[in-house]
DNA sequence: CTATGAATTGAACGGATGTTCAGATATGCA
DNA sequence: TGCATATCTGAACATCCGTTCAATTCATAG
C-alpha cells in the first residue's frame, strides 16, 4: 500500500473547520479570533496554519463548501416532469436542506462582505448557479402555462427570500413539525405563481 | 433667549452617526474601528465619546432608531378599511421604507449578534411589533374571508423575508422600475394570501 | 476684550490581533 | 530500535483595538 500523507489519525483539520463554523455562526467573522478557534479545537493558534493558509481562506472554504454541498446534493437528486411537480420538490428540497445546516447558511449569508473581492465573485457564481435552478423551472412553468408570472426573475429571488426566511425563525420541536412548514410554504409558493 | 447646550454651530453628533452606519453597513460592526469612523468624520478617535459612551451604544442607536423611524412612519400613515387594500399598503410601504435607507436595514438584520443581550432583547422587542402589524392585517383578512391562510404567523414571516429580500438586488436604475417592482411584488403576495 | 465652558487633540493604557518559525514532541515504518 | 516526518508548541513580531484624560483650541456671551 502506498504510504498515505497524513497517515497518522489526525482529524484536526475537519475538527478546525467545525469550530470555526460554530464560532463564526455565532460570533462573526471578525469577531472571531484565530486563537478563539484554537482553543475550541485544543491546540495552540500557530497550528492552524497547518490546516489553512489563512484566516480568510478557512472562510471562503467553508462558505464554497457549503454552496458545493448545495449544488451537489440538488444535482443528484432525480428531477420529477411537471413544472408543478419540480416546484413542490425545489421547495421542500430547499427548506430541509437549509433548516438541516443553519450555521452554513447563516454564514453564507452573512459574511459576503468579508470576503475578498476574488472570493466574493467565486461564491455570487455559485450562489447564482443556485438561483438558476429555480429560474428554469419557473420559466418552463411559465411558457407551459402551469405558472403564471409577469417576472421570473423576480419571483425566483422572492420564493427564494421566502424560503431561506425559514431558518430565521424555525425552531425544531416548536408550534409546528418541518414537514407542515414544508407544506404550508409550499401552498403559498403555488398560489404565488399562479399554480 | 435662554443659553443653548452645545450652541456653536456643531453637527459632529449626525455626522458620527452617518460614518457610522456608512462604514458598518459596508464592512460590519466588528470589522469598523472607532479610530476608521473618526477619521471619515474628521476629528480624532478620542472625541467620539463626546457623542456615545461607547461603540456598542453607537451600533444600538443606529438600530433602535431605524426600527422607531419605521414604527413612527408606519404608525403616521393613514389606514385603509378594507383588509385588500391595508396589505398593499403595507407591501408597499415595507418596499419603499426599505429601499429608501438600505444601509439601516442592512444593519439592522446583519448586526443583531453584536448587541448586548439587554440591547438584543430591546430591539427584538421593536422588530416583532413590526412584524405583527401584518399579522394583524392578515387575521382580519382571514377572518373576514378575504384571504385564505393555513397559518397567519408563517405567512406573515414568509411575506416580510419576501419583501425585505427586495433590498439584496434592487439597483435604482436596473431592469425594473421601484413602482413596478412594488406592483409585480404586491401581485405574487395577494396571490400567496388566497386573496 | 475677556471669561467661560464646550469641542477637540494627542498621547497613553493594557491587551488582542494575524502570522511566522525554531524547536520540541509524537507517530508509524524499516 | 532508530529514523523520518507529520504535528504541535510557545514565544515573538509589528500593529491594531476601545477607551481615558490632561492639556489645548475654539466659539460665543457679557
Redo the contacts with the bound molecule.
Keep these: ?1 502506498a ?8 482529524i ?1 483539520g475537519p475538527l478546525v473547520r467545525a469550530a470555526a463554523q460554530r464560532l463564526i455562526a455565532s460570533q462573526g467573522f471578525a ?6 478557534i ?1 482553543a475550541e479545537v ?15 481562506t ?1 472562510l471562503f472554504d467553508l462558505m464554497r463548501e457549503h454552496l458545493e454541498d448545495l449544488l451537489a446534493t440538488w444535482g443528484s437528486a432525480p428531477k420529477p416532469d411537471l413544472p408543478s411537480n419540480q416546484l413542490e420538490h425545489f421547495c421542500k428540497f430547499h427548506i430541509r436542506h437549509h433548516l438541516a445546516r443553519p450555521e452554513a447558511v447563516f454564514i453564507a449569508y452573512m459574511e459576503l462582505r468579508n470576503l475578498a473581492p476574488d472570493n466574493f465573485r467565486a461564491i455570487e457564481i455559485l450562489r447564482h448557479t443556485y438561483e438558476d435552478e429555480l429560474e428554469s423551472i419557473l420559466r418552463a412553468g411559465d411558457k407551459s402555462g402551469d405558472f403564471k408570472l409577469p417576472d421570473t426573475r423576480l419571483a425566483t429571488m422572492a420564493i427564494i427570500a421566502m424560503l431561506t426566511g425559514v431558518n430565521t425563525w424555525y425552531q425544531k420541536g416548536g408550534r409546528l413539525s418541518q414537514e407542515r412548514v414544508e407544506r404550508i410554504y409550499l401552498n403559498m409558493v403555488r398560489r404565488a405563481v399562479g399554480a
Design positions: 500500500m504510504r498515505k500523507i497524513g497517515s497518522h489519525s489526525n484536526t469577531a472571531v479570533s484565530m486563537r478563539q484554537a485544543g491546540v495552540q493558534a500557530g497550528a492552524l496554519y497547518l490546516y489553512t493558509p489563512d484566516k480568510q478557512l
